[in-house]
């Protein structure tokens, strides 16, 4: 999850030359599907939000692995706003956790 961001990027170009089909869900706050848009006819390719759990039950819905990259890459803002880092990082990977769990992903 947070697919589309530089460093995940190059994850997905990996899982496409090794002959997979890639799910990724990003909800484009600072990834760009120009890093990923040359795998596109290998790539699913999700907009949504791990803070809502439904969002994150559709994305692993199906699949066998998931790698998890989705966070806020601002510390500045966790000393502001400490809120913000909780809830856009302990949330939504609590919300994937709980999602995997859910629909059996190992």
Do not use: C, Y
Not at 14 to 23: A, F, I, P, T, W
Not at 58 to 84: D, L
């Amino acid at each position: 999850m947070g697919g589309t961001g530089f460093i995940v990027s190059h994850l997905v170009d990996r899982l496409v030359d090794e002959g997979l089909l890639v799910r990724v869900l990003d909800n484009f706050s600072s990834g760009r599907i120009d890093n990923i848009k040359h795998r596109a006819e290998r790539v699913e390719v999700l907009n949504g939000d791990l803070k809502d759990p439904s969002v994150a039950l559709n994305a692993v819905t199906g699949v066998e692995v998931v790698s998890h990259f989705a966070a806020n890459p601002e510390v500045r803002v966790s000393t502001t706003n400490p809120e913000i880092h909780f809830n856009e990082n302990v949330v939504g990977t609590f919300n994937l956790l709980e999602a995997m769990r859910k629909v059996g992903v190992k």
